[in-house]
Each structure stands twice: as C-alpha cells, then as structure tokens.
Antibody, heavy 121, light 107 residues
Framework: EVQLVQSGPEVKKPGESLRISCKASGYIFTSYWIAWVRQMPGKGLEWMGI????????RYSPSFQGQVTISVDKSISTAYLQWSSLKASDTAMYYC??????????????WGQGTLVTVSS | DIQMTQSPSSVSASVGDRVTITCRASQGVKSWLAWYQQKPGKAPKLLINVASNLQSGVPSRFSGSGSGTDFTLIISSLQPEDFGTYYCQQTNSHPLTFGGGTKVEIK
C-alpha cells in the first residue's frame, strides 16, 4: 500500500529555520516525482516545486524559488521541505504528493496527510 | 507561468443535478490536465488525469473533457458525498499550476 506520512504540526517564530518531512512507503521511492504543495488558511492549492528522488532533479515554482529548499534522502525514502528563515506568511498547510506512473504529467495520485506550519511571534 | 482560471468559484446544487465546472488555461496545455477533489480538512484526491482519464475507484458520474486551453469537469448526477472543492491543474509545463478552485455545495 502506497503511503506518504508527513511530520507533525510545527509552531515557529519568524526568522527560525524549519525542515518538514514526508516518508514514503509501498512503492519504489526513487522512480516517482514528489511535489510539495502549499495551502494557506482558507485558500487554494499552490504548487511549490517537485523533485525526482532518483537523481534529485528539482524544479521550483518561481514564486517559491529561493524561499524554500526541496531535498530527499533516498536511504530512508523521505522527502523534505526546508526554510532557513520563516515568515508569518509561511503559515499554511503543506502537502507532499507523489506523481503517478508515467511522470509528473499524469498528476498526483497519492498525497500525504499534510503538515500544518504556524509562524507567529 | 500558465494561469489556470476556474469557473464558477462556487456552485450550490441539489442531489441529482448535473454540475459543470470549467477550467481555462492561459496558453495551450494539450491534454495535460488533472482534476482533484478536496474535502474540508483532507488532502486532495486525484479524480481525472490527461483531461479525461478517470482514476480507478472514481465513480463514473465524474467525467472530464477538453484539450488545448478549455477543459470541463462534469458531475452527471450530484451525490451528497460530492461536496468539496474541485481544482484543475495543468501538468504540461513547470510550474504545474492549479486553478483557484470551485466549491461545490449540496442544497
């Protein structure tokens, strides 16, 4: 059974760093793209970026380039989303999502449960 | 970036009604379009990819069509469990942008 299990909720202060995780199981981790998607409170879905765990090929949305870092640890089938200096505007739910067989063009067929990040002084 | 525009932003319909949601891309995306359903407090669920390919386990009352810049998601006979917000996403080119969403409510 394919599962993406994300790390728990985080409460941070502005300026702090953070890394959240997405542990994959039930499929060959290195063979499928994984994306990160932001959903701000009461708002829609925003595609942040994507990584191919096999070779760490990473693409970012221009809106998030330089603001976050996406990475993977193949040895533990885990993807990460990282901030070096959080802002209050980073408060949101963050989802990881695996792309379907055939590549990212086929959409995200499995999603994590989401990680709520709250940034407040 | 390719902009995705959904309409309507919300719809309220009765059980059994036909519901149509449209998604327009700012430039052509061939058939590389996916539709998702999101229920409150839950992760999105992939309903359709490649514009019209229904995912396994998704009821046949859902259908998708279109290519190029104009796409449609139809719920042929709305059921109580179909409430939620529906999003389109173009998967043709990076960044893989989402539409703004259409909230479906049951009257």
């Amino acid at each position: 059974e394919v599962q993406l299990v994300q790390s728990g909720p985080e409460v941070k202060k502005p300026g702090e760093s953070l890394r959240i995780s997405c542990k994959a199981s039930g499929y060959i981790f290195t063979s499928y793209w994984i994306a990160w998607v932001r959903q701000m409170p009461g708002k829609g879905l925003e595609w942040m970026g994507i990584i191919y765990p096999g070779d760490s090929d990473t693409r970012y949305s221009p809106s998030f380039q330089g603001q976050v870092t996406i990475s993977v640890d193949k040895s533990i089938s885990t993807a990460y989303l990282q901030w070096s200096s959080l802002k209050a505007s980073d408060t949101a739910m963050y989802y990881c999502a695996k792309y379907a067989t055939g590549g990212y063009a086929y959409g995200s067929d499995y999603w994590g449960q989401g990680t709520l990040v709250t940034v407040s002084s | 970036d390719i902009q995705m525009t959904q309409s309507p932003s919300s719809v309220s319909a009765s059980v059994g009604d036909r519901v149509t949601i449209t998604c327009r891309a700012s430039q052509g995306v061939k058939s590389w379009l996916a539709w998702y359903q999101q229920k409150p407090g839950k992760a999105p669920k992939l309903l359709i990819n490649v514009a019209s390919n229904l995912q396994s386990g998704v009821p046949s009352r859902f259908s998708g069509s279109g290519s190029g810049t104009d796409f449609t998601l139809i719920i042929s006979s709305l059921q109580p469990e179909d409430f939620g917000t529906y999003y389109c996403q173009q998967t043709n080119s990076h960044p893989l942008t989402f539409g703004g969403g259409t909230k479906v409510e049951i009257k």
